[in-house]
């Protein structure tokens, strides 16, 4: 077992780059299904969510090679419906985007149904939806999500009942070779959901609205393959400005696009950081007193729920009470009892976290209990008098590109080690 062992107090400095988005890479990765064709997806992060759906287009009969680390070739001329592995596909949220993009090639589409971190409940209820309206069939069964459109799917109105970005994105792929117009009403408006609209009408598909609540597709028969290089990470970037801020550090991130930023940009200002948005880059440096804030994550352009964890690490810095009020998902805190390890005072109710922030956390022996929770505990970690051993770093590696390299290179004293055969049997 490996876990990420962090020697806190250090300030960074220098540059750290961003990589491609997880939330668009996986989208356009199973969207190539519908070029049936070669495409070139470029700037792809390298994270093990990305491997495991190149892993899936592979079983499912694509050929995929990878021309750099970060590019890959995909054919998709052969794949065979109703193919995704079930292992693999069970265990990432982004392997339910093989539903939109088969049922759009097929006719029909058959994928486990998905997992990812837990939230709490998540269910697909408007997903199928959308697939219903544009004719399917849809049932479970053994584990599986089954659909059948007899035939080519069908354009229709759909009006989501909340701004989901996963049915978003499954009803865009489905609608882009169904006979007729689909319009989404309610979409969600997430930088991902341009980025996947981009990539399909490059590919010849015509879909316009993206980027707003409501996304016109035309039906098109035939799409083929594009080169396509994925946006920056928002997320990411996001993690980066608030382990600077965090430490109390002078920060350049670059390979950003600095409008993606703007939720996160203006709680840190509101907090005394400062942040200076460059064309390509964010300039962040954390040496004020951190004031006490109050947040509401929403769906883009609001405070993204993805920076939730991180953002309250950074609330304990600050001296005072701060309040984050989770509006996307049921259940985003149970990392709040891994930060109080750490000496935190959180009061979780319901939806609401009130955080005592003291100025300070100590070095503790904490989990990353899903991939953003993990991003906090280094934040955490890094500015923690002590040291701080994470486990269960495989969360983390789903979405973030070498976290420990890119961390140490500004000048963390972080590093990976395997966790010593004895202590693990002691744990269990
Ligand atoms: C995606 C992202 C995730 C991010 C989230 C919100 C991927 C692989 N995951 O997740 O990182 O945190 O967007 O930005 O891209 N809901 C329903 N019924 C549905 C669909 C959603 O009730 O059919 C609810 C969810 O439970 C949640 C809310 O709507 O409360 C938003 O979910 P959604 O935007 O769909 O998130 P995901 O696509 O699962």
Wanted: proline share 4%.
């Amino acid at each position: 077992m490996e876990r990420i062992v962090i020697n806190g107090g250090r300030k960074l400095g220098g540059k750290i780059r961003v990589s491609g988005a997880k939330n668009a890479a996986l989208p356009i990765l199973f969207a190539t299904i519908l070029a049936e064709d070669v495409c070139i997806i470029e700037n792809l992060p390298e994270i093990s969510d990305v491997t495991d759906s190149l892993e899936i287009l592979r079983a499912m009969g694509a050929s995929v090679t990878m021309l750099d680390l970060t590019t890959a070739k995909i054919d998709t001329t052969h794949i065979v419906c109703g193919t995704a592995p079930y292992e693999l596909s069970s265990a990432m949220r982004g392997s339910y985007y093989v539903l939109g993009a088969e049922l759009s090639r097929f006719g029909k589409a058959r994928s486990a149904i998905p997992g990812g971190c837990d939230f709490g409940v998540r269910p697909i209820d408007q997903h199928i939806k959308g697939f219903t309206a544009l004719g399917a069939d849809v049932a479970t069964d053994n584990g599986y999500v089954v659909c059948d459109c007899h035939g080519r799917p069908k354009g229709a109105g759909i009006y989501l009942d909340m701004e989901s970005v996963g049915a978003t994105i499954n009803i865009m792929l489905a609608a882009c070779k169904a006979e007729g117009q689909t319009v989404i009403d309610n979409a969600a408006r997430e930088p991902h959901i341009v980025d996947l609209a981009n990539f399909l009408n490059a590919c010849g598909a015509d879909i316009s609205g993206a980027g707003t609540s409501v996304i016109k597709i035309k039906g098109t028969k035939r799409l083929h393959g594009v080169t396509y290089a994925i946006i920056p990470d928002m997320i990411e970037a996001g993690t980066y400005m608030i382990a600077a801020a965090a430490t109390k550090s002078h920060v350049e991130i670059t390979n950003v696009i600095p409008k993606h930023l703007e939720s996160v940009t203006a709680k840190l200002l509101e907090m005394g950081v400062d942040v200076v948005e460059n064309d390509e880059s964010v300039v962040v440096d954390g040496d004020n007193e951190l004031t006490p804030v109050r947040v509401k994550t929403l769906p883009y352009p609001g405070f993204p729920t993805d920076m939730n964890p991180q953002m309250c690490a950074l609330m304990c810095l600050a001296q005072g009470t701060s309040y984050m009020n989770e509006g996307v998902f049921e259940n985003r805190f149970r990392y709040t009892g891994e930060l109080a390890k750490m000496g935190a005072s959180i009061k979780v109710d319901g939806k609401m976290a009130v955080i005592e922030g003291l100025g300070k956390l100590q070095g503790a022996c904490v989990r990353a209990v899903d991939l953003r929770a993990g991003a906090a505990m280094v934040i955490a970690g890094l500015a923690a008098e002590g040291v701080t051993y994470i486990e269960d770093i495989r969360h983390i590696e789903r979405g973030y590109e070498d976290l420990v390299g890119k961390l140490a290179n500004a000048g963390a004293d972080i590093r990976r080690e395997t966790v010593p055969e004895e202590a693990v049997q002691k744990a269990n």
